[in-house]
């Protein structure tokens, strides 16, 4: 027992500080990728997860990047492209839609800029984190559903409750039963013999309600798609209030959503209760 008590004083504490403070991501971490615009950016067919489209129009050819489907392989940022796209290292990027994950930038014409992102995320971040026990007056509660997937995001949602992420600390939990839930953390792309599972699963949650798309999979389908044995992603089945991209997202990342989640939760209960 003395033993224990000495090894816990000199671990100290290594509960990270987000969102109060920037998480910095090892080295190894990729982001999102960068595109250059005026550059010589890659074809759709580098891509092996369909996130590359491109068409053409007055302004010249226009290549488009789909976060919600990128799996950050980083294969478009090797040469022949490295001068066009590099991997970036940042992990909010949850949105409430997937139009706000599309990002298109102009090839080709060193005239026209790409548009660049207009949310300032960490504010938002502090913001809904600081709200969280103003808005539910306890904490929040979700049901993790996996739907499918390779248990890659799951472990990531796993590594939430460990003592470096610490989520409880935020006022975060994980639940066991939907009828406790406030919402929903989907992984997978929703396997046809899962569909009736996730329905069953959201139909048992009290409204409002939150849905929560976890990693490229759940967000579009992924590297799955759509087909037979796949929906193509927790929007064909359910309306999505937070995506967060990822092949998986990092826990600082997937927390970012849920923080997102909270402001569209504290939205809904706001009209119930005026
Ligand atoms: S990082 Fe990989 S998945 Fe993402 S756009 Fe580039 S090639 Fe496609």
Same mark, same amino acid.
Do not use: K
């Given at each position: 027992?003395?033993?224990?008590?000495?090894?816990?004083?000199?671990?100290?504490?290594?509960?990270?500080?987000?969102?109060?403070?920037?998480?910095?991501?090892?080295?190894?971490?990729?982001?999102?990728?960068?595109?250059?615009?005026?550059?010589?950016?890659?074809?759709?067919?580098?891509?092996?997860?369909?996130?590359?489209?491109?068409?053409?129009?007055?302004?010249?050819?226009?290549?488009?990047?789909?976060?919600?489907?990128?799996? /950050?392989?980083?294969?478009?940022?090797?040469?022949?492209?490295?001068?066009?796209?590099?991997?970036?290292?940042?992990?909010?990027?949850?949105?409430?839609?997937?139009?706000?994950?599309?990002?298109?930038?102009?090839?080709?014409?060193?005239?026209?800029?790409?548009?660049?992102?207009?949310?300032?995320?960490?504010?938002?971040?502090?913001?809904?984190?600081?709200?969280?026990?103003?808005?539910?007056?306890?904490?929040?509660?979700?049901?993790?559903?996996?739907?499918?997937?390779?248990?890659?995001?799951?472990?990531?949602?796993?590594?939430?409750?460990?003592?470096?992420?610490?989520?409880?600390?935020?006022?975060?939990?994980?639940?066991?039963?939907?009828?406790?839930?406030?919402?929903?953390?989907?992984?997978?792309?929703?396997?046809?013999?899962?569909?009736?599972?996730?329905?069953?699963? /959201?139909?048992?949650?009290?409204?409002?309600?939150?849905?929560?798309?976890?990693?490229?999979?759940?967000?579009?389908?992924?590297?799955?798609?759509?087909?037979?044995?796949?929906?193509?992603?927790?929007?064909?089945?359910?309306?999505?209030?937070?995506?967060?991209?990822?092949?998986?997202?990092?826990?600082?990342?997937?927390? /970012?959503?849920?923080?997102?989640?909270?402001?569209?939760?504290?939205?809904?209960?706001?009209?119930?209760?005026?």
């Amino acid at each position: 027992m003395l033993q224990i008590l000495i090894n816990a004083l000199r671990t100290g504490v290594v509960t990270v500080r987000y969102p109060a403070a920037q998480s910095v991501p090892p080295d190894r971490f990729r982001g999102s990728p960068v595109l250059r615009a005026g550059s010589h950016l890659p074809p759709p067919s580098v891509c092996p997860a369909g996130a590359i489209s491109e068409h053409f129009d007055a302004a010249g050819r226009r290549a488009g990047l789909d976060l919600a489907r990128c799996i /950050f392989c980083g294969r478009c940022a090797e040469d022949p492209w490295a001068d066009a796209v590099s991997m970036g290292r940042d992990f909010e990027l949850a949105a409430h839609s997937r139009d706000d994950l599309r990002i298109e930038v102009v090839a080709d014409d060193p005239a026209v800029t790409a548009p660049a992102p207009s949310r300032d995320r960490d504010a938002e971040a502090a913001r809904i984190s600081s709200e969280i026990h103003n808005v539910l007056g306890r904490s929040l509660h979700l049901r993790h559903l996996d739907a499918g997937s390779c248990n890659a995001c799951d472990w990531e949602l796993a590594a939430l409750l460990n003592p470096v992420y610490d989520v409880r600390r935020l006022g975060i939990d994980f639940v066991a039963s939907p009828r406790h839930a406030d919402g929903v953390v989907v992984t997978g792309p929703v396997t046809r013999n899962l569909e009736t599972a996730v329905h069953r699963t /959201f139909e048992a949650i009290p409204d409002p309600r939150v849905v929560i798309a976890v990693g490229a999979c759940a967000a579009s389908g992924g590297i799955v798609g759509e087909g037979y044995a796949s929906a193509g992603g927790v929007d064909r089945v359910l309306p999505v209030d937070v995506y967060i991209p990822g092949c998986p997202p990092r826990p600082e990342g997937i927390l /970012f959503g849920i923080l997102v989640a909270i402001g569209r939760l504290d939205a809904r209960r706001r009209p119930r209760e005026g």
